[in-house]
C-alpha cells in the first residue's frame, strides 16, 4: 500500500531546466521524510507539486490517499503547507493572521480565535501578537507562518526549508515543535539544506540534485555510506599541504580534499581520538606546523562530495535559501500564495 504521501516519476521543466527529472517517493504515514539537496536541486518543486500548487508534466502523486492531479482540492484539505512565508500576510498582525488562516478553513470565529491564541502563546509570539506582521524578525516570521500551518492540524504537513536562514536557537526551537507535531502522528515532508537537521528530524532521507533522487535511507546508512568521521587539518604554510597530503593519505578511508586557500585537508577516517592522536605525531615528524586538527562528523557537503564528486554550491549559504521560490510564480495552477491571500483579505472585511 502506498504511503501517505506517494510520487511516482514526476518530471517537471521549466524552459531547458529539469527541476524534476523523474523523482520517486514513498512516505510511510506518521513518518518524517527529510528532502535534503542544495540550493536549485527541486525541493521547492516537489513540495510546490505535492501541495496541487503546480502541474507537473508528466508523473503521478497521490497523497492522504488521494490523487494529487484527479482531486487537488481535497488535497488541498488534508494537507499543511509551511515555507518560504506563503501563509503569512504582512498587513495583518500574528493574532490576525492565525485567525484568518482559521476562517478560511470554516472554523468558526471563537474557535479560531482560540486556536490562535494557544499557537501564539506555543510559538512564543504572545507578546508580538498584535503588531503587524511586517515588524517580526525573521525568526519570528518563520515562528508564525508555522503556526499558520497548524491552525488546522492536517494529517500531512509539508515544510519547505523551515529553519534556513535561523539563528541556532530558533533553529532549536523549531526543531522542539515539530518533534511535538510528528509525535502527534502527523507524516512530514521537510525539506532541508542541513544535514544535521535532516539527521535531527527525518525518519528517511532522500539526497536530491538536478531534479533527481540520488540516495535514500536513513542518516545512519547516508554517513556510513558518506565515509563517517574525518580529520580535518589546517596547516601553518601553504608549502606544507602537499607533504601533509601524503601523511593523511596513510591514515584516509578516501580520498583527501584539499582546499588551498585556507590551507585546509580533509580525509574520511575511522579511528576516533587515538587515530588523531597518531595523525599529529606523524605530521610533527615530518616538520609539518599545523594551525588547527580535529576530528568531525560528516556534514552536508561531505555526503554531496562522496555521492555527487562535486560540492554542494549553496550547502553553506545560510541566508538566501528561504526566499528562492519568490518572484517566479508564472504559470502555475490552483490557489497559490497570492490566491489565498486574496482569499483571506476577503474573509477579513
Ligand atoms: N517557476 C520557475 N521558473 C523557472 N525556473 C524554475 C521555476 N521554479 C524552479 N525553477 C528552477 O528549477 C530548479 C529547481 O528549483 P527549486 O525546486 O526551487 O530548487 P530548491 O528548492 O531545491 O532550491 C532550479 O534550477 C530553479 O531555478
Ligand atoms: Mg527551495
Known amino acids: 500500500m502506498p504511503g501517505a504521501i506517494y510520487a511516482e ?38 513540495v510546490r507539486v505535492l501541495t496541487t500548487l503546480l502541474r507537473p508534466d508528466s508523473g503521478r502523486a497521490v497523497v492522504a490517499g488521494i490523487d494529487v492531479l484527479k482531486h487537488p482540492n481535497e488535497v488541498r484539505r488534508a494537507i499543511g503547507l509551511s515555507g518560504q512565508f506563503a501563509a503569512v500576510d504582512e498587513y495583518l498582525t500574528g493574532r490576525e493572521n492565525l485567525q484568518m488562516v482559521g476562517q478560511l478553513y470554516q472554523m ?138 601524503e601523511v593523511l593519505a596513510g591514515f584516509g578511508k578516501g580520498g583527501t580534499t584539499v582546499e588551498e586557500h585556507t590551507r585546509k585537508l580533509t580525509v574520511p577516517v575511522s579511528g576516533g581520538a587515538k587515530l588523531l592522536a597518531e595523525v599529529i605525531r606523524e605530521l610533527d615528524g615530518r616538520g609539518i606546523e599545523i594551525d588547527d586538527i580535529g576530528l568531525r562528523r560528516p556534514t552536508l557537503d561531505d555526503v554531496f562530495i562522496s555521492l555527487t564528486g562535486h560540492a554542494a554550491e549553496g550547502a553553506a549559504d545560510d541566508g538566501n535559501g528561504a526566499g528562492d521560490g519568490d518572484g517566479r510564480s508564472g504559470g502555475e495552477t490552483g490557489a497559490g500564495a497570492g490566491g489565498r491571500r486574496a482569499a483571506r483579505k476577503e474573509a477579513a472585511k
Open 9 to 46: 516519476g514526476l518530471v517537471k521543466a521549466f524552459g531547458d531546466v529539469r527541476a524534476l527529472d523523474g523523482v520517486d517517493l514513498d512516505v510511510p504515514q506518521g513518518t518524517v521524510l527529510g528532502l535534503l539537496g542544495p540550493n536549485g536541486a527541486g525541493k521547492t518543486t516537489t
Open 108 to 245: 468558526r470565529a471563537k474557535a479560531a480565535k482560540a486556536r490562535a491564541a494557544e499557537l501564539l502563546d506555543r510559538f512564543n509570539l504572545a507578546d508580538a501578537a498584535d503588531r503587524p506582521a511586517k515588524t517580526y524578525s525573521g525568526g519570528m516570521r518563520r515562528r508564525l507562518d508555522l503556526a499558520a500551518a497548524l491552525v488546522v492540524s492536517p494529517p500531512v504537513m509539508f515544510m519547505d526549508e523551515p529553519t534556513t536562514g535561523l539563528d541556532p536557537r530558533n533553529r532549536q526551537q523549531l526543531w522542539g515543535i515539530i518533534q511535538e507535531l510528528v509525535a502527534g502522528g502527523t507524516t512530514l515532508l521537510l525539506t532541508t539544506q542541513y544535514l544535521e537537521e535532516a539527521d535531527h528530524l527525518a525518519d528517511d532521507i532522500c539526497v536530491v540534485d538536478h531534479g533527481k533522487v540520488i540516495a535514500r535511507g536513513t542518516s545512519d546508512q547516508l554517513k556510513a555510506r558518506t565515509g563517517g568521521e574525518r580529520v580535518e587539518v589546517v596547516v601553518h604554510e601553504r608549502d606544507h599541504i602537499a607533504t601533509a597530503r
